[in-house]
């Protein structure tokens, strides 16, 4: 946190909210919250902080960028009822998605690398013929509702069987699907993923693509470092506790 803080400095939730950025209503719901220990009061009633308190919160605003607000929220609770283990799970299951988000980013690669203005991209294996909305939604692990909603959002376009009335998917069509699943594990919302759809059908060039990638890298990154920052000042808190608790 980069200041010296004296054991037995008293501070009110002004000083922590001035500190950091915050309001004292924020610092007092923190409290109510359990993202802070329990603070003692004054004769008067007021609440009296610590520098224990001090790290309590640089830790929680340290975690919330790389674990979200509530993910930090609940290690921040779990730690302060000394259940060190439902913490590090937290924290765990945070690491954990961010691998896996960095795996479907490698998915998404591989997909586009095949790309070429005849072929569009290879993403998995040759399909010769046609399917259904049904299968086709399994083969995804999605709901048909979610297809539906993609074609209404101009993502995929099958055309329909005339007799039957169904929905097709062609080649062409389980492409743009694959695509379209694999963006959206990526946190893109479909009003960014229209544009790069169009690209891919025209082949007209990689540029779009390039960028969104580029941006997936760096948003992926920003979070591994957040969390290293995170518990670093998790850290100092767990150090912190242990010399003031029992």
């Not at 037995?8 to 909210?17: F, I, M, S, T, W």
């Not at 929220?73 to 060190?84: E, I, P, S, Y």
């Not at 690398?113 to 939604?137: N, Q, V, W």
């Amino acid at each position: 946190m980069g200041r010296n803080l004296q054991s037995g400095e008293k501070l009110r939730p002004v000083d922590l909210a001035r500190r950091h950025g915050l309001s004292t209503q924020a610092v007092r719901n923190y409290e109510d919250a359990g993202i802070l220990p329990a603070a003692d009061r004054s004769a008067t009633g007021y609440r009296v902080y610590t520098p224990l308190h001090e790290r309590a919160l640089g830790a929680f605003l340290a975690l919330v960028p790389g674990h979200s607000h509530r993910t930090a929220t609940a290690v921040m609770q779990a730690v302060n009822r000394c259940d060190l283990d439902e913490a590090f799970r937290l924290i765990d299951g945070s690491h954990a998605q961010l691998l896996d988000d960095r795996r479907t980013l490698q998915a998404v690669e591989r997909a586009l690398r095949g790309l070429s203005p005849r072929t569009g991209p290879a993403l998995g294996p040759p399909r010769s013929g046609r399917t259904f909305i049904g299968p086709l939604a399994a083969e995804l692990g999605v709901r048909a509702a979610t297809l539906r909603k993609w074609e209404q959002a101009g993502l995929v376009r099958p055309r329909r069987d005339p007799v039957t009335g169904y929905r097709v998917y062609d080649e062409a069509d389980v492409r743009d699907a694959r695509l379209v699943q694999q963006l959206r594990r990526g946190g893109y919302p479909l009003e960014q993923i229209a544009p790069l759809i169009t690209q891919v059908r025209t082949a007209g060039g990689l540029e779009p693509l390039e960028r969104a990638l580029r941006d997936w890298h760096g948003r992926l990154s920003a979070r591994g470092r957040a969390m290293l920052a995170g518990a670093a000042e998790l850290e100092a808190y767990l150090r912190a506790r242990g010399r003031v608790l029992p």
